[in-house]
């Protein structure tokens, strides 16, 4: 059932779906009164029976963590949230993902809708090529700053006058085109959230646009509060990434293979995607920075790819940006 705009919390008192076999978890489908666009917002909650609180003491209210992409990731981030907490490496926490409405799969819907909220602007030339390898030619870039009120001014109020939800602890993890986002939100709204957990990032974006934003950020700023993860696997390199595009030839025909083809040679004289290769950079260049708000951790996860990685990255950085 997918409500109509603005009913979010009412949504999420009444009209909430369970998921059976997932604890504390259900989902509400609902149309945003923000930016038009109809998503499934997934709630897992905290893991309750191990927390205790003393007599007398007020009910606490939690941490929460927003998980993008959440029909591919929404379950396992809430599987280690619970694992985590339960074993005292990170406080109990809400976990909310946000997805779009609707039963269709991921990779039936979620993966072509997602490019436009997710990206603050057009690609350039990587990106065209991208869209034409996906058969994603239709989509119009540019939704992250509506797609970031989504989250702040509309998922967020909702959320905290159903669940006691700390609004002060909000941590933001995404994934590919979704760390391209947590990182646009981290260097344009830090403040939005307090701890980032970036994984295998599309920072190649718009021509590594990343850089520009954060070179303005520091321009004009001298802090950046925030608890920040970032992380690529090994094999996310412009080597591997050629010899991935060169085997996927050899499975593809018609005009898949023509769009591969043209995005090989276009690479080939222009440069292919970087990934593994500017975690140092990334590092070093906050580091200078001396923000004294900033925490920072960085890694490279040796023989994980692009699709890989993930799991990994959220659990350790998780434990990284809570770690305090």
Known sequence: MTMREGELASALQNCRVDM?????????????????????????GPMLPFFQRADGEEAPSFPVIYVLDAKLHFASVHAQVQLLSA????????????????????????????????????????????????????????????????????????????????GTDATLLGHSL?????????????????????????????????????????????????????CFGGLETATEHREIAVRALTHTTGDGKAAIEATIARSDQCGWMQGAELIPRFQATLERRRYPGLRLTTMVFPDELHESVATLGYSRGLRSTFDD
């Open 178 to 230: 979704g760390g391209l986002f947590t990182s646009w939100v981290l260097f344009h709204r830090p403040s939005a959230f307090q701890r980032y957990v970036i994984a295998s990032p599309s920072w190649w974006w718009n021509n590594y646009e990343i850089w520009r934003w954060e070179s303005e950020w520091a321009r004009n700023h001298s802090d950046l509060k925030a608890s920040v993860f970032a």
């Open 87 to 166: 074993m005292r490496l990170m406080p109990p926490a809400y976990v909310i993902g946000i997805g779009y409405a609707g039963d269709e799969s991921f990779f039936a819907k979620d993966a072509f809708r997602r490019q436009g909220d997710l990206t603050p602007n057009e690609g350039g030339v990587q990106e065209a090529d991208l869209k034409a390898m996906n058969f994603a030619t239709g989509i119009v870039h540019g939704g992250a700053t509506a797609f970031l009120a989504v989250l702040t001014q509309e998922v967020r109020l909702a959320l905290e006058t159903q669940f006691p939800i700390d």
């Open 20 to 44: 059976p076999g997932l604890i504390a978890s259900s989902y509400v489908d609902w149309t945003s009164a923000l930016n038009g666009e109809a998503y499934r917002l997934f709630i897992g």
